[in-house]
C-alpha cells in the first residue's frame, strides 16, 4: 500500500509539473507575443537581436509577471530611480518607467553605451550577446544569467 500511495504521489507530481510547465509556456507565449514588436523595432533601430531582447525581459521580468514589471514597468531590471513606497515606507532600487516601452528602448540604449556593443552590434549571435551582457556587470551572477537567457531563447523558440 505505502508503494502504490507513492506512486500516486509521484504521478500526481509528474502531472502538476507539467501543467506548470504548460502554464509558464502560455505566459511566455503570450508576453512574447504582445512585445515582439517592441523588440523587432528596437533590433532594427539598436542592431541588438530581438531574441536577445525579448530573451532578457521575459527573465527579469517573469514574462511580465514580477513586481518590478507589474509596479514599475520595467521589464529588465535595471536599477535606478522611482517613486513608488510599499507598505513598509521602502522604496525598490528598480528604475521606474512611464510604460513598458520607455523600459525596452531603455534597456536598449544601456547596451549600446557598453564596450562590446560596437563589435556586435547587427550580429545574430546570441550566445556572444548573452556572453558580453553578462560579462559588462549586467548579471549578478554571470554564468547563471547567461543559461537562463540562452534557455528562454531556445525554449521559445526566439
Known sequence: MLIINR????????VLLLISSFSVSAQNT???NNHKIFAAVLSEAYGIPSS???AVAIVESASGRAATAKVLNNHF????KNEIVNNRG?????KQYQNELFSYIDFCRTISHKRFYNNLKDKEDAKAWAKAISKAGYAEDPEIW????L???????L
Do not use: D, F, M, Q
Request: aromatic share 8%; net charge positive; charged share 20%.
Open 7 to 14: 506512486l500516486i504521489r509521484s504521478e500526481i507530481l509528474v
Open 30 to 32: 503570450t508576453y512574447i
Open 90 to 94: 521602502h522604496k525598490s532600487r528598480y
Open 77 to 80: 531590471g535595471i536599477v535606478g
Open 52 to 54: 536577445i531582447i525579448l
Open 151 to 157: 534557455g528562454a531563447i531556445y525554449s521559445n523558440g
Open 146 to 149: 547567461e543559461k537562463r537567457i
